[in-house]
Nanobody
Framework: VQLQASGGGLVQAGGSLRLSCAAS????????MSWFRQAPGKEREFVAA???????YYADSVKGRFTISRDNAKNAEYLQMNSLKPEDTAVYYC??????????????????WGQGTLVTVSS
């Protein structure tokens, strides 16, 4: 099983980025998927999650600015990030729950991690 994250980069404050995560090796159509991030010197934190039925969950810090989505046919998830702020700078990791139908909103619920993609927001 492999999760390949992409789409990170350098953007000015107020700008947008779209992260993608492609899964291979098995289907995750009945698994919850999510995004976490880790800034330098900080713990990995939850950003957004989407259940296998399409229900979405967001950290308060990104609510209204980020949108998570998934495409089960492509075994992929996405994170549209708008109105980016310097405090959004971090390595972003895609993740899949460690059991079917579980929505991974904490690190302990994650069964599979992507390799991370760096997002840098300049002021």
């Amino acid at each position: 099983v492999q999760l390949q994250a992409s789409g990170g980069g350098l953007v000015q404050a107020g700008g947008s980025l779209r992260l993608s995560c492609a899964a291979s090796g098995r289907s995750f159509s009945n698994y919850g998927m999510s995004w976490f991030r880790q800034a330098p010197g900080k713990e990995r934190e939850f950003v957004a999650a989407i259940s296998w039925t399409g229900n979405t969950y967001y950290a308060d810090s990104v609510k209204g600015r980020f949108t998570i989505s998934r495409d089960n046919a492509k075994n992929a998830e996405y994170l549209q990030m708008n109105s980016l702020k310097p405090e959004d700078t971090a390595v972003y990791y895609c993740a899949v729950g460690n059991s079917a139908q579980l929505v991974p909103t904490i690190v302990a619920h994650v069964g599979f991690w992507g390799q991370g993609t760096l997002v840098t927001v300049s002021s």
